[in-house]
């Protein structure tokens, strides 16, 4: 059983992505086998995981999918590797609400070990109760390690590890970073800017690499990773039902934030998946049954797609055939009548669903999701429940409520109303699906 350990940190900004990105590119240089995980539903850091490993890197959501499918996607996901790195997700315990969907969560279910990347600017010897606090806050989640972060020099060094070392003995201090700004990854409204847009990313990953393998004891901290309970028994339902047999999925710059599970789900139902590229002005294969219009940014690119006539009529032709087309947050916005961008223009859409939507009115929504469907249709008969996550900036000018897909409720329970719209088998809604909650 592949052996496997996860990359925390006691907050979000504490450097774990570009430390994380360092060790993936530093082992995969040294020909080591790894396989690299994201916990939680982040569509960006994944992608520059894959760029420093060299193979596809695969969401864990201690929230959104139950124990058997977090096993079951390690144990696929891993096959052919020698060790599994999981980058955690905000702060180690950190979650979708104050005791469930955290780091520390997805730790237990895996049996792995966890490796604290602390942030020390502006502390000194308190860094010992820190780590104390993190290590001991929770006796099923083990700390084995530590790596301080943004050091101010040697001397600040020898006081952090010093104070640990009297504090925590047993948990090592496995290295230390200085603070290194142009290594600093560029960001823009949903996280970091996208990997394929980084002109400089194997530049970047190259002196991570460096400066990881350099500064952190990298065979005492892969030496910390333990067995956990990968799972490599009965394969699961898809975690979404397939749309069709054959399905066409729309992947560019535009309509880049899919997840591998549920693609991948879909070739091990047995659908057959073809690719078009609506930047590049293509439409959806001639052959194809279904669409899939995932999320990303088509409030970037709204002049052009809406000035790519083959893709919006392959759209259209598509729908009069029959087909079931699935729009998600971005792809949603898509298959609506038209998207003001942020300079307050109007861009034409698909016109397949009553919808509107704004960027120029920016307002954030952000938080997992608990939505059943309202009719039957291609994802499953009325009733049917899916676990997901909405992060997006958009406001809907205009939504149908009276042609609904969802009824929604957020992670605590409280109900959200009316979410996304269907017509015919055109469906869309603003909510990432990230697994099926009922036996499908």
Not at 289 to 304: I, K
Request: aromatic share 6%; net charge negative.
């Amino acid at each position: 059983m592949t052996k496997g350990l996860i990359i925390a940190a006691p907050s979000s900004g504490s450097g774990k992505t570009v430390l994380t990105l360092g060790l993936l590119r530093h082992l995969a240089r040294a020909k080591r086998r790894v396989a690299s995980f994201k916990a939680g539903p982040d569509y960006i850091d994944p992608a520059f995981h894959e760029e420093a490993a060299g193979r596809p890197c695969v969401n864990l959501d201690s929230w959104a999918m139950n124990p058997a499918r977090l096993t079951a996607l390690v144990g696929q996901w891993s096959q052919g590797a020698e060790l599994c790195i999981c980058e955690g997700v905000m702060g180690l315990f950190d979650g979708a609400t104050a005791t469930s969907g955290s780091t520390a969560d997805l730790a237990t279910v895996l049996g792995w070990p966890v490796v604290l990347v602390v942030d020390t600017r502006a502390q000194g010897g308190s860094v010992a109760a820190l780590v104390r606090g993190f290590a001991t806050h929770r006796k099923d989640v083990k700390v084995a390690g530590v790596v301080f972060n943004r050091v101010a020099g040697e001397k600040h060094a020898r006081v952090l590890t010093q104070a640990c070392r009297d504090a925590v003995p047993d948990v090592p201090v496995l290295g230390w970073v200085g603070r290194i700004d142009d290594l600093e990854l560029p960001s823009r409204h949903l996280g970091l800017v996208q990997a394929l847009e980084h002109p400089d990313l194997d530049d970047v990953l190259d002196r991570a690499a460096k400066l990881v393998g350099d500064a952190v004891d990298i065979a005492a901290l892969t030496g910390l990773a333990a067995s956990g309970s990968a799972s490599s028994g009965e394969p699961l339902p898809p975690p979404l039902p397939p749309l069709g047999q054959r399905i066409a999925v729309a992947a560019d710059d535009a309509f880049a934030f899919r997840y591998p599970h549920v693609v991948e789900g879909w070739r091990a139902a047995g659908a057959e998946l073809s690719f078009f590229s609506p930047l590049g002005d293509q439409g959806p294969n001639p052959d194809a049954d279904a669409v899939y219009l995932p999320g990303g940014y088509p409030e970037l690119h709204a002049g052009r797609l809406a000035g790519a006539e083959a893709f919006l009529g392959g759209l259209r032709a598509k729908a009069a055939e029959g087909a079931a087309i699935l729009g998600e947050c971005g792809g949603y916005m898509v298959l609506g009548r038209g998207l003001v961008d942020a300079d307050g223009d109007r861009h034409a859409m698909a016109e397949l669903l009553p919808l509107e939507t704004s960027f120029a009115e920016r307002r954030l929504t952000l938080g997992y999701r608990r939505a059943r469907l309202m009719t039957d249709g291609p994802l499953g008969g009325a009733g049917g429940v899916f676990a997901g996550h909405e992060f997006h900036y958009a406001t809907a000018l205009k939504e149908d409520a009276g042609q609904a897909l969802f009824t929604c409720s957020d992670a605590e329970g409280t109900d959200k109303g009316p979410a996304g719209l269907r017509a015919g088998r055109v469906l869309g809604s603003f909510v990432h699906l990230i697994d099926r909650e009922d036996d499908g």
